[in-house]
């Protein structure tokens, strides 16, 4: 009887079901585990990494050996590795599993050595593997534009937050490998059958980003806001000829490495976020589009009185005054919003409108960076004449401070537009669009005349008898540029000011376009006392980082006054 029990029994395995019963003791003796790819790192123009992987481990389980203990496992492991306790006691009861993740992304000598711990407390069934930990050795530098990875899931591992490390997750990511094995006594059978694709570590992303610089300029903006008492502030500072972004700068701002410890307003870019009115730069917009048209020049004269009535709301200047008359160079160098608008009468219907979206405003930059804002440039309906008066001194308009830089590089770099770009070369974003700087596009917006002519104008605004803002002056250099002040819209009105400073230099052979951005500051200074003064420490630095030389040439002498 106990023979044919036997005889049957075989039968039954071999010839009956064979298959079936096959891979039970296969899956019984077998553990499929995941081969983590290495995330690319994130570089700056010179190779220094902004975010890197070190060596690091997962903590793994084999349920059918940590199940009988699954409650004290699960008390350790969650005072250890800060792991929830729940969901941790249930994957170390996980029937029918071998192989279950508890902890992704560990540091090497932690993860050890709670293994060793655990083994010590007689723990069996918790094992490590490979698993690269994400790390941003500058801290806070670029973080606002490099963004960060949060905790990682258990099972999908890398979690990126925002910045680069969101938009670009699938070019760093990679793909995961995977391997099986025979185990036996819960450990690997050295002549069993193993299957093994090795994972694909993701690319590596370099920016346009100057580490040391980006450095520099969050320090100096840290500065500027506490001494003005400001909300906060970020700059931009371009490479004039090619469009680089080298500096993309806020602050506040957070360390990467504990994103979970900063505020989610300052995990963003400002720079790109922030839509805000850009005051009086945008004047050099409309003076460049002026003279492209052959409307003025910069000797046009101008009277402007005291007070411009116009619809039902008069525009009034900065400053008060009797009737004053002055060329258009001197109501570019006296920031003058009536001599502003007066010359912008001279433009045709809709033809301040077109010439601003070709300088790129109302439109995103496509640089790759989430939360990017286009402004708002009114159209249609909304673009009446009262619209039109005011968004020719800097009003009614908003911009965010990668278009405005954009924009006025555009005079840097003779009257020809240069996209913006992040990434070098070029990457793909999840959606399958190529942003860098070899698909950057150029676009002549006005002439070569014209620029030149607005520059000049520009170097009046530093100047220390003409100009208003002589704090943004670059020893030994000729600088273009131009201040900005405006009120903060709100809803229902407005509250509290945006001051700015933009330019470039040398004036006369551009190389780098610079924009800096005060919210709200307190103690009463304008865009030419607050932004000013950063503007000549960032751009001083960027002349002596790269070596310019002063071109040697004297700075423009036109009229300011008739």
């Known amino acids: ?34 081969l983590p790819a290495a995330r690319g790192d994130i570089l700056d123009r010179n190779g220094e990494p902004l975010a890197d992987s070190v060596d690091g481990l997962m903590v793994v389980a084999d349920p059918k050996l940590t199940t009988d203990d699954a409650s004290e496992i699960a008390t350790f492991l969650a005072r250890r590795l800060d792991v929830e ?59 606002n534009v490099v963004g960060a990875l949060g905790i990682p899931d258990p099972v999908e591992g890398d979690r990126p937050l925002v910045g680069l490390e969101l938009a670009f997750d699938d070019w760093l990511a990679g793909t995961d490998g995977s391997a ?49 008492g400001a909300k906060s502030a970020f700059a931009v500072i371009m490479d004039s000829r090619t469009g680089d972004l080298l500096t993309l700068a806020d602050y506040p701002t957070f360390d990467a490495n504990a994103p979970e410890r900063a505020k989610k307003v300052n995990r963003v870019s400002r720079a790109l976020g922030d839509v805000y ?10 003076m460049a589009a002026l003279m492209d048209a052959g409307k003025v020049t910069p000797r046009t004269r101008i009277t402007v009185p005291p007070l411009l009535r116009r619809q039902d709301s008069p525009i009034g200047d900065w400053f008060d005054h009797g009737e004053i008359n002055l060329t258009l160079a001197g109501v570019l160098a006296k920031s003058s919003n009536i001599g502003t608008v007066l010359a912008a009468d001279e433009f045709d219907e809709g033809e301040l409108r077109d010439y601003l979206v070709d300088f790129g405003l109302g439109s995103h930059t496509r640089l790759g960076v989430p939360g990017e ?11 009446t004449d009262q619209t039109e008066d005011r968004i020719a001194f800097g009003q009614a308009l908003s911009v965010n401070a990668v278009q405005m830089a954009a924009a006025v590089n555009t005079i840097a770099n003779g009257g020809v537009r240069v996209d913006p770009s ?10 399958g669009t190529e942003v860098g700087t070899e698909v950057a596009t150029r676009r002549r917006v006005v002439s070569e005349r014209a620029a030149t002519q607005t520059m000049k104008m520009m170097e009046l605004v530093v100047d220390p008898e003409e100009g208003v803002a002589p704090g943004a002056a670059v020893p030994g250099y000729r600088v273009a540029g131009k201040t900005g002040t405006a009120q903060r819209a709100v809803a229902g009105g407005y509250d509290g000011f945006t001051v700015s400073f933009a330019g470039f230099a040398p004036a006369d052979d551009p190389r780098f376009t610079v924009y800096v951005v005060v919210q709200e500051p307190s103690n009463g200074g304008g865009g030419g006392s607050v932004a000013g003064p950063a503007f000549a420490k ?11 030389p002063p071109t040697g040439a004297e700075p423009s002498r036109l009229p300011v006054e008739w």
């Not at 711990?117 to 973080?143: K, M, S």
């Not at 009115?277 to 409309?286: A, C, F, R």
């Not at 992040?422 to 999840?430: C, F, H, M, P, Y």
């Open 277 to 286: 009115e850009p005051g009086s730069v945008q004047k050099v917009l409309t």
């Open 85 to 143: 306790y729940v969901t941790t006691l249930e994957r170390l009861r996980e029937e029918g599993s071998r192989y279950e993740y508890i902890a992704r992304q560990v540091p090497s000598t932690l993860a050890m050595d709670v293994v060793s711990e655990a083994r010590e407390l007689g723990y069996d069934g918790i094992f490590t593997q490979r698993d690269p930990v994400r790390e941003y050795p500058a801290g806070d530098v670029a973080a």
């Open 1 to 34: 009887m106990v023979l044919s029990i036997f005889g049957g029994r075989l039968v039954q395995l071999q010839g009956l079901d064979p298959r079936s019963y096959a891979e039970m003791a296969a899956a019984e003796g077998s553990r499929n585990v995941v």
């Open 538 to 548: 960032l751009m001083g630095y960027a002349l002596r980082r790269y070596g310019v």
């Open 373 to 383: 804002s286009a402004g708002i440039l009114p159209s249609g309906a909304l673009w």
């Open 180 to 228: 099986r094995y025979e185990v036996g006594g819960g450990n690997k059978l050295p002549l069993g059958d193993n299957v093994k694709v090795a994972p694909v570590d993701g690319k590596d992303l370099v920016t346009t980003i100057d580490r040391d610089m980006q450095w520099y300029a969050q320090r100096v903006l840290a500065q500027t806001t506490r001494t003005a």
């Open 422 to 431: 992040l990434i070098q070369g070029t990457a793909v974003l999840g959606d």
